[in-house]
């Protein structure tokens, strides 16, 4: 027997050696496989029959060969407009170019080479500007070598250029793959670092850069694959857009879903209930002009959902520069996937500025606003003053310019310091404790109008139904319902409050009424005090959860430990937090990610 | 270089240090930040960036980079070279602006001052949201000067002319001292209030003036040693700029977030409001002529560049309509 178990530990081992792997794509089962090639040409001809004037076209036209001569226009357009740069532009010139530069005549390759001469290239203030822009400038350096000073738009040479965009991208694959990215999981956002590091992947000469790519691409979709409901990004985001939050498959991720996953199923640009804005993300081009394939194991777990489970993360705040105790405090992410519907949550609190997404159900559904959540609209120029170097005073107002809802009561993203969250499983409790400097004295909570059924209960639960899908929704304080255009939204205007949430569905639950008639049983008590706002309840599992507002977490008499929470944590992902070494489990298949080895192991248990 | 060049240059050196004040042109240096005319992906969007003036604010040059990269100041060393403190880091022009080069790599971001050493203009110190950063050779390298501050974010870092290797340093928790260079800080004043700006006093070394975040105007004339609150008349507290008339002693102006320009004749013993024709009352930069006294330059968040001849008697509206100057410094 132990001999036995011996052999097959190192028979065990040698498949494990033998796979690992040196930038090699995974080997994928055929129809995963077909189904994407045939989703990827289909996109690339629908984006390549475009007319805007972006890199997105000019890629799919050049791919496909379809109206070159019109690419070409619009490229040469691109690259001589000196109105146009920074870093979207940086790594799109770039990948452009080194991906048609068998196609273009020599004088548009001198226009781009040129734009890199002269154009103002700024670096941003945010994660997502940074990997673009250093993307842009490796590959830029890497193509133009041994080019002095005077060449270069920030007249530094080519090997400081590059040596600066290696340093920094080396960092930033550090943080992410240890304590997580400071942008984490943004259905908005996704495109911004997935299509650099795909960009990347394609181009890199260092075999070592392109297999770090590689494994930052693989890194990216299985921490969305983890929360994935078809084509939905499930759970908190760091910063997401209203419209996205509102709408989830009208963010751009979604497409990426779409072409990878084969999630969902309808072809987004079609619905106009769901085209995401802009028309198209069609950033997703470079996913479907990309080498890079994804490896199945990640499709599995971005599509099997035929067992609930708990998904932990641990991410980090971005860089607080001012008015904190730590430059990059943890998020605490908890989210329950299920096959219909998907709950999740951050801790609350201030963990990112302007765009945050604490909590959500989020279900799967062929309607759009697909989504229930609430939030408490916070802004502050000191919490921006937080992540931004300008005056506190005049951060509010110029942030309102560009993401034009900062200050908006009505608004449907935002971090609070009021706000904090518990979740156990499909039970959540979501206490508000607003003091005298909450500028907006309310709460809102936004439930879509084409719910199957939304019914406030005499016990004082709100239920809804949508299809199969069970939601209900506990206000701690009676609040009033205001009718808008795709939502009712619920307002609660007492500054001490809160809402306790069970979801369920016909998978769990049989039927809506039992699952009213479960949950009505359990009555939140709550326990009001001078200081703070907070409760206990019991869910309707007979969970007890006792949670006071900047308090502990006691949950069947045991404080949650957020310390202890891994950097991933659930059936698919698995990963210490610091360790660098990433596990993707799929039934007895392995895929590790070890950013500290650079190397990509896969076997079977 | 023949004994005659060498005493031809001496002289031309001492006729230039001789140059009675009224005689020479002063160039004037704005940072516009950004505008409120700019629209996310817009083909019009204004230029931004650095502009010089050599006459005084009758025209204005611009110069480098003309898209945004958050050019918060600019100043010119001894030796001529223009330093900018910058989103992308710190920026050295060695030909009046002509030509431009990122000195500082990916750990040095959001520059919002530089200041060069007056008596050696190879060394350069930057006061960044990630804290003090020094070179000693013009840039080519940086290092980190962190050690001692309990919260390393600095807007502003002032190079004592009594005694280079004394430095100060406007943190967001009070007012930093450093007398080796930056090697080591420690806390000298105005503990757990944001200090916005510190400026040393044109005529007397000992003499330094400091803003703050909603506590107004200190002043030290001990050389930093301690600090008095003196907001007489100054009824916006917010001070993010101040400016000393050269030419009179205990003249000066304070820019104010929301309260627009506040004069002192007494060394900020006693604020006056100085409005009239100042449309925008968020002022974060000033600068007064030392060829012309009565000239003063005001630059405000969202509503351009302002100028007045009689020392902030009247204002008028000089240029860039709705750009957030940043930073003014004159030569």
Partial sequence: ???????????????????????TPAQE????????????????????????????????????????????????????????GGMFYAYSAIGTYLKFRDQLPDSMKRKIRQAFRARTMYRGDTENHWVMYYTGMYLAAQTWPHEGRSEWFNGKSSEENFREAEGWLNHWINLSSTIGQGEFDSPTYFITFIAPMLTMYDFANDPLMKRKAQMMVDLLFVDYAAEHLAGNYCGGHSRDYPDDIANPLAAPSALWAWLYFGEPKMELWQENRYRPRNRGSWETIFGATSTYRLPEIIYRIATDRSRPYVHTESKRVRNVIRFGREMNPPVYKYTYMTQLYALGSLQGGILQPIQQHTWDVTYASDKPNNTVFTLHPFYSGKELAMFFPEEQKFLSDEVNRYHFVYTNPNKWNSSSPFEQTFQHKNALIVLYDLDETAQQPHIDGFFPKNLDEREPHNSGWVFCRAGSVFIAMYPLKRGEWIEEGPNWRWRGNEKQNGVVVEVGSTIEDGTFEAFKDLVVQGHPEMKHTRESVGLDYTTRHGDRMSFMFGGERILNGKTIDFKSYKFFAGPFVLSERGSGIVRMMYNNDVRELDFKKALVREWRQ | MSRYSRTAAVLLLFVGLAEPAFARQDTLYMSVLNSRKHRLGALDNPTVGLFMSPDGGATWQHKGWTGYIRTFYTEAGPDGVLWSACGNGVLRSSDHGLTWRITTGWEITEALKVKVDPKNPSIVYAATAYGVFRSENSGETWTRRNHGFVKPFVSDIVVDRANTHRLLAASEDGLYESTNSGRSWKKTGMNGRGIRTIVQDPGNVRLFYAGTEDDGFFASSNAGKTWTASNNGLTNPTVYAIACDPSAAGTLYAGTHGGGVYRSLDGGKQWHPVNDGLTNLVVHAIVVLSSNPSMVLAGTLNGGLFKSTDRGGRWNFNSQEEAQVWGLWVR
């Fill in chain 1, 1 to 23: 027997m132990k001999a036995m178990t011996t052999k097959k530990l190192a028979s065990a081992l040698l498949v494990m050696i033998a796979s690992v792997l040196q930038c």
């Fill in chain 1, 29 to 84: 089962s055929a129809a995963p496989r077909d189904a994407f090639e045939t989703r990827r040409m289909r996109l690339i001809d629908v984006v390549s029959r475009e007319r805007d004037r972006s890199f997105n076209t000019v890629t799919a036209k050049l791919f496909s060969g379809n109206d070159k001569t019109y690419a070409l226009t619009v490229l040469d357009s691109l690259t001589t407009d000196e109105s146009i």
